[in-house]
């Protein structure tokens, strides 16, 4: 997997997208209703390395989540998810569904 | 029989001896001995309740002599011979037996056999202290100078300090200029300040005090004499050839010469290849920079960070350092943040196995990733690969345990290796004063807790990066350390040093030279005793080895302490009942 070091730039200039504080512990995907086994740990990941391929792969999944804030309410690193899931599909939007 | 009164207390150790020593039959064997006249045992001897006991056990019974069998003389011998002292009986009346290191821990599968040799090496103390006679500390005038060796912040702030108690100092540096490591850095962690300008404030320091006298091209090229009494030669480098050698007379040393640079090996995690960089090479590139750091004309954007590189390497290469470096994962960090700070549309990815950024640290850790930089985590027998690539470019591949195993690829501008701390190569100073090093080659204090900048040279101090990896604030508070160590000795004015040496008996010593050549620490020479040559004995060199007593043709030298008639005594005793 090639990294892409402007992906995160673009996924950050769409609006705030802030994840760094992320420390890959697991809480959220332990706690989601929905069982999303990629959000929003792993997706984040692939946002902040740049590993644009692995999060078109999964537009689907980024749009199944209920913005239910399970995992921001339980995140120990108090990563803002829910905006960083909306700010995600804002650029998917733009990018990939030419909205 | 004996007229000695001597008093034996034999430890359980809190069943550390106990439970693989049968202790009151121990008891029941020793104190009909010849000499004793008193025996007990207590639970823990170096209680102070039990101390109490031994005092007055001395005072009221009249006691001449003391024996305790509990743990090794390296932890507790002084205890007992203050103990002794105390009481009013001479310290060197006193003999420890070690039943613990060297008996009960050794002999846990055989409870009669470690009683048998517990009895045994007891009995051999009691002989010993049989033949004690009262011995008076030598006490050596101490001379209120220092040497102090290596001129990075260590060694300058050492100088200083030993300067301002009003000790006069020799401070010396093996390169043209004071300043080392500190000296050459710009913007330091964890406050940002400015290396050279912390390195110049201390030179400056140093040029307002008289009593500091600086040596640079400068070595330490012989030492003789002991504690509080050295006799140093300094060695000059001057123009072309030309050598200057200066003596100086001093009461203690401290050395603070520094480490060296890892410098990875052609082609370990790529460094050979264009754009492969050393944590420092990369540091000189950022503080060089005053713009957008560049190479080779093109701003660097992209940076790879390869953590641990000379740092915790496996058992199983050749000469490994097993240690963490301690500073790297710091300065690394540190690093980025700088580049973010002069580039803000860089791109940093740091490669580590464990990020160590202990205490105050952490902070950096978290600055730097709300900076941009990302942490891939990789392990330690997968280590990233390192190859050319087009475009300029060098792509490192690594597989990345945070992003669940995947291997990940990045194409960056630079790749820097965090090099970590190594000891630096001066086998020379490690020939004069034979200081111990440990097996990370670093050199070794007396214990890392409570005596973490003594060596066993008495006299000798170290501090710094020389002892092991530290960052620089570290390494001030061991130079701190080691001008109190060393102040502590030259501001009381003299030493007081074992008796334990060897003496000549001028009536049976007819200068044959034997021991003189025996001697490793060159304390005998001839001298005149009623006309007569003779050997002497130098008492501020002899450390009392005894290697002189054997090779002695006409039985002329004794050890005081361990003479040879207490030495034979205490083999009777051991093979008592034997044969």
């Known amino acids: 997997m090639l990294v892409n070091p402007d992906f995160v730039d673009e996924v950050k200039r769409s609006e705030e997208f802030n994840a760094s504080a992320c420390m890959n512990c697991g809480v959220c995907t332990a706690v989601c209703p929905m069982g999303i086994e990629l959000l929003p740990r792993k997706l984040f990941r692939y946002v902040l ?47 990939v569904f030419k909205l | 029989m004996s007229d000695r009164r001597i008093g034996v207390y034999i430890c359980h150790c809190g069943g550390n001896i106990s439970d693989y020593v049968d202790v009151e039959r121990v008891r029941e064997a020793v104190q009909n001995e010849p000499g004793v006249v008193v025996a007990r045992t207590a639970m823990f001897t170096c209680s102070d309740a039990t101390q109490q006991e031994i005092v007055q056990d001395i005072k009221e019974r009249n006691l001449d002599g003391l024996v305790v069998a509990s743990c090794s003389p390296k932890l507790h011998l002084f205890t007992f011979r203050n103990a002794a002292r105390r009481a009013g009986l001479n310290p060197y009346q006193y003999t420890q037996v070690n039943i613990r290191e060297q008996c009960s821990w050794t002999h846990t599968d055989d409870r009669d056999g470690a009683t048998e040799k517990a009895i045994r090496l007891i009995r051999a103390g009691i002989a010993r202290t049989i033949l004690t006679e009262p011995l008076e500390p030598i006490i050596i005038d101490t001379v209120p ?11 300058l702030r050492a100088a200083i300090g030993m300067a301002d108690i009003g000790i006069s100092v020799f401070l010396i540096e093996k390169s043209p200029a004071v300043g080392g490591w500190i000296g050459r850095l710009e913007k330091m962690y964890p406050h940002g300040r400015n290396g050279r300008q912390l390195i110049d404030k201390l030179v400056d320091e140093v040029k307002k005090r008289e009593n500091i006298t600086l040596f640079t091209n400068a070595e330490l090229v012989e030492k003789s004499g002991n504690i509080g009494d050295f006799n140093v030669k300094i060695r000059v480098s001057g123009q072309g050839d030309k050598k200057d050698d200066i003596t100086a007379n001093v009461g203690s040393i401290i050395i603070a010469t520094g480490f ?3 410098q990875p090996g052609a082609g370990e995690y790529g460094y050979g290849i264009d754009g492969v960089i050393t944590l420092p090479e990369f540091k000189e590139l950022l503080d060089s920079s005053d713009g957008i750091p560049a190479r080779n004309g093109k701003a660097i954007k992209d940076v790879v960070y390869i953590y641990c590189v000379g740092s915790r390497q496996q058992p199983d290469r050749e000469n490994p350092n097993l240690y963490c470096s301690r500073y790297c994962c710091n300065a690394a960090v540190h690093a980025s943040l700088l580049l973010a700070e002069k580039n803000p549309k860089s791109h940093q990815y740091h490669l580590f196995r464990d990020v160590r950024t202990y205490g105050r640290y952490e902070l950096l850790y978290s600055q730097s990733r709300e900076a941009g930089s990302t942490y891939l985590r990789f392990g330690e027998d997968d280590p990233p ?3 050319r690539c087009s475009g300029g470019k060098i792509k490192v591949t690594v597989k990345d345990l945070l992003t669940f195993g995947e291997e990940v690829e990045i194409k960056a501008d630079i790749v820097v290796l965090v090099t970590g701390m190594v000891p630096r190569k001066n086998g020379e100073l490690v020939d004069v004063l034979k200081l111990p090093v440990g097996r990370d080659r670093f050199f070794n204090e007396i214990h890392p807790k409570l005596r973490p900048v003594e060596t066993v040279v008495d006299g000798v101090f170290i501090c710094g990066a020389c002892q092991g990896p530290k960052n620089s604030a570290e390494s001030v508070a061991s130079a701190l350390a080691a001008v109190t160590q060393s102040a502590s000795i030259l501001k009381k004015g003299y030493v007081e040093l074992d008796p334990l040496m060897a003496s000549v008996n001028p009536q049976l010593c007819d200068w044959c030279d034997e021991c003189v050549k025996v001697c490793p620490y060159s304390a005998i020479e001839k001298g005149e005793e009623q006309g007569k040559e003779v050997a002497r004995i130098n008492k501020t060199g002899c450390k009392g080895c005894g290697g002189c007593v054997p090779v002695c043709p006409r039985e002329a030298i004794d050890l005081k302490g ?9 083999i009777d005793g051991f093979l008592k009942e034997t044969f």
């Open chain 1, 49 to 95: 390395l740049g590993i644009k391929d692995r999060v078109l792969e999964n537009v689907e999944t980024i749009y199944s989540c209920l913005l239910c804030r399970m995992c921001e309410a339980n995140c120990p690193a108090k990563v803002r998810i829910a905006e960083n899931v909306r700010t995600l599909r804002y650029y998917i939007n733009k990018k």
């Open chain 2, 145 to 155: 100078k220092v040497l102090v060796a290596g001129g990075g912040i260590a060694g």
């Open chain 2, 260 to 262: 060296d640079s890892y």
């Open chain 2, 385 to 387: 690969a390192v190859e």
């Open chain 2, 562 to 570: 361990y003479t040879d008639a207490q030495i034979k005594s205490m």
